[in-house]
């Protein structure tokens, strides 16, 4: 049991108009960002999508951010994914949005992410409310995914998440392991091999944030150009967040994860 959940009912279901309003208007300054940065790199508008980071929210913030635009949500944990879906899942039903459709068009439903660390005995608890496992970084979480998914005739979008920065607090693979481990990955059944991940490097110097990102995407043009059984849809690049979207974007970016400039600070880690 994480601390801060006995600090907070996560499955909150109200807020007040103000704490709404801040979390719209939050929405919209990092879609402005996102579009300079995509017009500022030469890449077509609505090239990146937003994927609201919602670690420490409760569902009515949630709630507020997709009212807001937001299509894609990303949780850590999954005791978080447990506290939350239901009531997202129903709040979504109520305004006639698809809960993690599958073939949706953008825009017509609301997808879940899982960002954090996955351990095997927590598969259970995320299975249903996530479409797409964003943290696979072993072998031997992807085997147990695979079996899961395989036992349900089922499958679900993966990841490889990359530890770019090499810093020791991180997860992900190592760079040099990602390839061999994406082909792994892809050709497992019960799981699409979808794209990359990483967490910026903790660094001031921009050239060095930028150079994990840049490797991220030679990566996956390397996979997806393979010819490796299922790579074919190995086309996106998780990387951004508050600090450094713009730069993941200037490197090619498709999907950026934004907690702090949608909600404001974390009261708890
Ligand atoms: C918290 C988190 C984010 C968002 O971080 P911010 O700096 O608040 O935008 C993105 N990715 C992962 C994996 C996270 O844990």
């Not at 402005?32 to 409760?58: F, H, N, W």
């Not at 997202?88 to 953008?106: H, I, K, M, T, Y």
């Not at 998440?161 to 497992?188: D, I, R, T, W």
Request: glycine letters at 8%; a negative charge; hydrophobic letters at 40%.
């Amino acid at each position: 049991m994480v601390a801060y959940m006995e600090h907070k009912d996560l499955a909150n279901e109200v807020i007040s108009r103000e704490r709404a309003g801040q979390i719209r208007d939050g929405v919209h300054r990092v879609q402005e960002q996102i579009a300079l940065a995509e017009a500022a790199a030469g890449r077509p508008k609505g090239s990146v999508q937003l994927l609201a980071a919602t670690k420490t929210r409760d569902v009515a913030e949630i709630m507020a951010a997709i009212d807001a635009g937001i299509r894609f949500i990303g949780e850590n944990r999954p005791q978080e994914v447990s506290a939350k879906a239901e009531g997202l899942e129903r709040q979504c039903f109520e305004r006639g949005l698809v809960w993690n459709p599958l073939d949706a068009e953008d825009g017509e439903g609301v997808t879940m992410h899982l960002i954090g660390q996955l351990q095997s005995n927590k598969i259970s608890k995320i299975i249903d409310p996530v479409d797409t496992v964003e943290s696979v970084d072993s072998l031997s979480l992807a085997q147990k995914l695979s079996r899961r998914m395989d036992a349900r005739d089922q499958y679900v979008n993966v990841y490889l998440e990359v530890n770019e920065s090499g810093e020791e607090a991180k997860s992900g693979c190592l760079p040099q392991e990602a390839e061999e481990l994406a082909y792994q990955l892809a050709a497992m059944p019960g799981l699409k091999l979808r794209g990359l991940m990483t967490v910026g490097a903790h660094v001031d110097d921009e050239r060095v944030i930028r150079a994990g990102f840049a490797h991220l995407r030679q990566l996956r043009d390397a996979i997806r150009s393979s010819g490796e059984p299922g790579t074919d849809q190995c086309s996106e690049l998780s990387m951004g967040m508050t600090g450094d979207l713009a730069l993941a974007i200037a490197e090619g970016s498709t999907l950026v994860r934004v907690g702090t400039a949608i909600f404001g600070e974390r009261a708890f880690i």
